[in-house]
């Protein structure tokens, strides 16, 4: 079957770094998103990997191995507004998006 | 960016009755449609795929007959959620995606359906 595992939430504090790590089994692979929702939103996207190694991208970067199955988002200089769920999504063979559960990200001042 | 619109944002309605929820890709062509379903503190459940034209495909589990898709147009999809109950009450979610080298798809602001 096909599964996505990410943290169910973290915390961390303003000004910190965070990173928030996501691994993968899916039949197929044709890219990794990121994306951030806050509570009673829909999703924004934040990042696509589909190459190995490291996006930046401002205060957030994405990194992605293949190989491993791995991928992580981080973000830098975190602020309160930062507080949100991360979702790692993976486009598979069919290049249908398939969902992790989302990481919760809650920022202490 | 792109943009997807979505309407209603809200809506309260009956049991019994029948509520249309509309996603449009404002400035671009949308060559899929993608509807989610998402319940509070859990991730993205994709409901239907559809191509502008042709018929939707289900994902396991989902009934067609519940919730009918109608993508009339590069631009339009429609959402009808049919005799509506207590247990249809979520957050749904369309996106779309064009024809873009990445596959991103992007969101629309969701409908909060609360059935009473």
């Known amino acids: 079957g096909q599964n996505i595992d990410q943290p169910t939430e973290m915390t961390a504090t303003e000004g910190a770094i965070v990173q928030i790590n996501c691994t993968y089994q899916?039949?197929?692979?044709?890219?990794l998103f990121w994306y951030q929702q806050h509570a009673g939103e829909a999703p924004t996207f934040l990042s696509y990997n589909v190459l190995d190694g490291l996006e930046e991208k401002g205060r957030f970067s994405s990194f992605l191995s293949r190989s491993k199955g791995y991928s992580y988002l981080l973000l830098k200089e975190l602020q309160m507004k930062d507080s949100a769920s991360y979702l790692c999504?993976?486009?598979?063979?069919?290049?249908?998006?398939?969902w992790g559960a989302g990481t919760k990200l809650i920022i202490k001042p | 960016g792109a943009v997807v619109s979505q309407h209603p944002s809200r809506v309260i309605c009956k049991s019994g009755t029948s509520v249309k929820i509309e996603c449009r890709s404002l400035?671009?062509?949308?060559?899929?449609m993608f509807w989610y379903r998402q319940f509070p503190k859990k991730s993205l459940m994709l409901m239907a795929t559809?191509?502008?034209?042709?018929?939707?495909?289900?994902e396991q589990g989902v009934e067609k007959d519940k919730f009918l898709i109608n993508h009339a147009s590069l631009t339009l999809s429609t959402l009808t959620v049919t005799s509506a109950h207590p247990e249809d009450s979520s957050f749904y979610i369309c996106?779309?995606?064009?024809?873009?080298?990445?596959?991103?798809?992007?969101f629309g602001p969701g409908t909060r359906l609360t059935v009473l």
């Open positions: 899916t039949s197929g692979f044709n890219g």
């Open positions: 999504a993976v486009l598979d063979s069919n290049y249908q998006l398939i």
């Open positions: 400035d671009f062509q949308a060559t899929t």
């Open positions: 996106s779309a995606r064009g024809h873009w080298e990445n596959n991103e798809q992007f």
């Open positions: 559809s191509n502008e034209g042709s018929k939707a495909t289900y």
